[in-house]
Structure formats: structure tokens, C-alpha cells
């Protein structure tokens, strides 16, 4: 009884220590939130949205297209990686040192992949900075986050939804393909939101690959021009790097409020990235749940 009694009590202030956790880490985002937000809009002037020079339009362009190229790359790779390592790869040497590889491909810092993409997706091809090469090099980062995310959400199925398929006639592929992938997806949306909010933010691995300089003619929609705001391999300066730039290098009046600005943009995209994903995330999996 007495035992019971402690044990609840270490419980209530084991509850208490994490709920004060959790609470602090939300007045701290939101503090970070209300303060960014606030002085990007206490500076605003209209011509800041404007797609011309002195506006942000073209780098927030950059930075939605550059997150959709890398995704584009990350996610299949990484889903797939997270699949074979989940359901193939057998117990043994090589299962063991492809988790050690993509454990340290995780913790290397941004910069050095910048460089590595500057080397081999710049200076090898013999190209210019361009999106392409920026959205690669950020590829390498999320690969990591992707694979681990789906690899960890398949090994967490319950025996029941492989047996259940199998013993319908399935194929292991089949089960894989149209059972354990759909009830996965919430959890590996989640991984994805996480790497898209990365590319969001990046600065260091862009500022050798993607460039800092933008040139864009809206009215242009040939593919091939280096102007063409879809050509994937024309420089494009994305937000975080157009805050970094305004508040070290920019010598213009308005350069604080621009960054202050941009800052403010940046936040609420992310927060409307990853709402709009957890909103679509919950819709597949009531689907799934027949709900």
C-alpha cells in the first residue's frame, strides 16, 4: 500500500516536471514566434511584397521551388531506403554499417555539405550556382531524416497487417505497396515535414551551391533562359539567405526592416508548411482508419 501510494506520488511529479517541460518549450515558441512576426510587420511597406528588386517575391519564390525540388529528390530516396532497410536488408555487417553511415550522414553539419556540393555539383560539372545543385546538396541532409522516419514507422506495424495481407494471397511487395505504406504515411509525413522545415531554414549548404543572386523575367517561360523563373538551373537566392545577406552585407536604409521582414515570411510559411501537412496527415489516416 505504501509502496502503491509512492509510486503514484513519484508518478504526479513526473507528470508535473514534463508538463512544465512541454509548457516551457511552447512559451518559447511562441515568444519566438510573437517577437519575429511583430517586428517583420512593425517595418512592413507594400513594395517589400513586390516581385522588383527591393522586394522579397522572387526569394520567396525561390525558397517554395528550391523546397520542391529537394523534396523531390529526398523523399522517393529516402522512402525507398527506409523500405529496404525496414523489410530486405538482412540482419548482418552491411545492415550494421549502412545504419552507421546514415547516423553520421545525419550529424554532418550543413557547411560541410555545402562544400561538398560546391566541389562536386558545381566545380566538377563545371556549372554555375544554380537551384538544382542547391537542391541536391540539401538532399543529402534530409536523406537521413526521410530513411530513419519510414524505416522506424514499418518496423512499428503490427505483425497483423503483414500477416493478415500475406494470407489474403498478397505478395510481399503488394503488402508492402498498398498496406504498410498507406498506414505508415501519417508517421512519414512527419519526417518529411521536419526535412521540408530544414530546407526552409538552410542557409550554410545554399550559399556555395544555389547563389545569392536572382534574375527573373515573370514574363518569360522558356525553360532553357537562364531568367525562366521554373529553369531549375539558374542561381536563386531563397529567403534565408536574402535575411543573412541583408543583415551582414546590405548598406540600403531599409536593409533591418527587409530582414525583419523576411524573417516574419519565412516563420509563417513554415508554420503553414507543417499545419497544412499535419492537417492532410490526419485526413489519410482517418481514411485508413475507415473514419
Not at 511552447?26 to 513586390?50: D, K, Q, T, W
Request: hydrophobic share 50%.
Amino acid at each position: 500500500m505504501e509502496t502503491n501510494k509512492k509510486a503514484k506520488q513519484i508518478d504526479r511529479i513526473m507528470t508535473a516536471v514534463f508538463v512544465t517541460v512541454a509548457g516551457f518549450f511552447l512559451l518559447l515558441l511562441a515568444g519566438i514566434a510573437l517577437l519575429v512576426i511583430g517586428r517583420g510587420i512593425a517595418g512592413f511597406e507594400p513594395y517589400m511584397l513586390s516581385f522588383s528588386r527591393k522586394g522579397i517575391g522572387n526569394q520567396l519564390f525561390n525558397t517554395i521551388y528550391l523546397v520542391f525540388l529537394s523534396l523531390l529528390v529526398s523523399v522517393p530516396l529516402g522512402i525507398a531506403t527506409g523500405v529496404y532497410l525496414a523489410e530486405y536488408a538482412k540482419p548482418g555487417k552491411l545492415t550494421n554499417f549502412l545504419g552507421i553511415c546514415i547516423e553520421t550522414l545525419s550529424s554532418l553539419p550543413s557547411i560541410v555539405v555545402g562544400l561538398f556540393g560546391y566541389l562536386v555539383f558545381i566545380v566538377m560539372v563545371g556549372a554555375k550556382w544554380n537551384l538544382a545543385s542547391g537542391a541536391l546538396a540539401v538532399s543529402i541532409l534530409n536523406l537521413p531524416l526521410i530513411a530513419t522516419t519510414t524505416k522506424d514507422a514499418m518496423l512499428s506495424m503490427p505483425k497483423g497487417y503483414r500477416m493478415g495481407s500475406m494470407g489474403l494471397g498478397a505478395t510481399h511487395w503488394q503488402t508492402i505497396k498498398r498496406v504498410l505504406l498507406p498506414a505508415c504515411m501519417p508517421r512519414i509525413l512527419t519526417g518529411i515535414i521536419l526535412a521540408a522545415g530544414r530546407v526552409f531554414g538552410e542557409a550554410a549548404a545554399l550559399l556555395y551551391t544555389a547563389g545569392m543572386s536572382t534574375d527573373i523575367n515573370w514574363n518569360n517561360w522558356d525553360l532553357t533562359s537562364p531568367t525562366c523563373p521554373l529553369n531549375p538551373f539558374r542561381p536563386g537566392e531563397t529567403l534565408a539567405l536574402h535575411i543573412w545577406a541583408s543583415r551582414t552585407e546590405a548598406i540600403g536604409a531599409d536593409s533591418v526592416q527587409i530582414a525583419n521582414f523576411s524573417s516574419a515570411v519565412l516563420l509563417i510559411l513554415v508554420f503553414a508548411f507543417s499545419i497544412g501537412a499535419r492537417v492532410l496527415g490526419r485526413r489519410m489516416e482517418r481514411k485508413i482508419g475507415g473514419k
